[in-house]
């Protein structure tokens, strides 16, 4: 099988970021330190038509299929062939019960060489909050406990309502100038204040989008064995660790399946692990 030199491919060839809330700040940096990748931030793209946190845009798709649309979109904004795009979500830990999730993808397409790569992060330091304040200290004093100004906050007329939404608040003052306004209105007892998850907004989730952008080199620096390809990664998993009492295998993973996207070779590697179940996850030991 010929072997592929995309790694140093992509060293000579232009790649546009898909983002238009400064995430070149954390991602570029990383990406030109460990791929020779020297992302560029096309001008007069709007991220926000695949969705937005305020949810007055709906998502386009599920999170991944959102990033691909960027990057799409990016691609045919610049011309280029190569991107990068990032999607964030919030919500609960998949495998923990009442803790929140935030899980951050970031997505390198490569048009030429028919590759899609992508690095997550997940992290429960995160939190997302929203509260009705019916006057404007009101509002201060609560913003100012998520870490306002360094964390952004978000006005609006109310929780359910897409009218009215302040976005670009950035002092004490003008936080203050646009409560006392909304509230002024007729028949406004209270308004809505929520955090800006936005990244430009949002410190913790812009270190979130590093982590995630980080676990992308690490992906793209696995390189197929037959071809050299990057992108081997787990594509599936095998189930049947034996139980270390009886024997009998379990549903814990044993081996995990890497494959190549462009050659599509598959290895099979032990999972990381003791060799092993204990038999409190055994159907047989414990019923």
């Keep these: 099988m010929e072997k592929l030199d995309i790694l140093e491919d992509w060293k000579n060839r232009s790649c546009v970021l898909a983002t238009m809330h400064s995430k070149e700040r954390v991602i570029s940096p990383i990406l030109a330190e460990k791929l020779g990748i020297q992302p560029i931030v096309p001008t007069g793209f709007n991220t926000d038509r695949f969705g937005t946190f305020t949810r007055d845009i709906k998502r386009v798709g599920n999170q991944l299929e959102a990033a691909r649309k960027k990057a799409q979109a990016a691609m045919e904004h610049t011309g280029l062939d190569l991107a990068l795009a990032s999607e964030g979500s919030f919500g609960s830990h998949p495998s923990i019960p009442f803790i929140p999730s935030n899980l951050e993808i970031v997505l390198l397409l490569d048009k030429k060489n028919g590759l899609e790569i992508v690095g997550h992060h997940r992290t429960s330091g995160i939190q997302v ?45 003008e936080l203050e100038t646009i409560s006392k306004k909304l509230l002024s209105g007729w028949f406004t007892k209270s308004i809505f204040l929520e955090t800006d998850m936005r990244a430009h907004r949002c410190p913790k989730r812009m270190e979130s989008i590093k982590e995630a952008a980080v676990d992308l080199v690490k992906n793209c620096l696995s390189l197929c064995p037959r071809c050299s390809t990057p992108g081997f990664l787990v594509t599936d998993v095998i189930k049947g660790l034996p139980c270390s009492s009886c024997g009998l295998p379990t549903d814990l993973t044993t081996e995990l399946v890497y494959s190549c996207q462009k050659c599509l070779h598959s290895e099979n590697k032990p999972a990381e692990g003791t060799p092993t179940a204990d038999p409190g996850q055994c159907e047989r030991c414990n019923p």
Excluded: C, M
């Design 129 to 173: 909050y929203g509260q009705e304040v019916s006057t404007a200290d009101e509002a201060l004093s609560v913003a100012q406990t998520w870490g306002f100004p360094d964390q952004g906050v978000i006005v609006r007329l109310a929780e359910k309502s897409n009218r009215y939404i302040h976005k670009e608040i950035i002092t004490v003052e």
